[in-house]
């Protein structure tokens, strides 16, 4: 059974407060978490910094 792929933000927040936001391809918001973290260092680093994974529309 294969899954459709759907677009997801993943919202995170650096130290300095700075908000950032992520456009990827997943199949469920906990897969984005785990895609975020592939792709982006910063949140490789410190995924607690994640503050929301949203369904983008």
């Known amino acids: 059974m294969t899954t459709a792929s759907q677009r997801f933000l993943v919202r995170y927040k650096k130290n300095d407060g700075s908000q950032h936001t992520l456009q990827l391809q997943a199949a469920n918001p906990r897969e984005a978490r785990i895609v ?21 529309a």
């Open 36 to 56: 975020a973290m592939e792709t982006d260092a910063y949140v490789r680093r410190y995924p607690t910094s994640v503050d929301s994974i949203l369904q983008a």
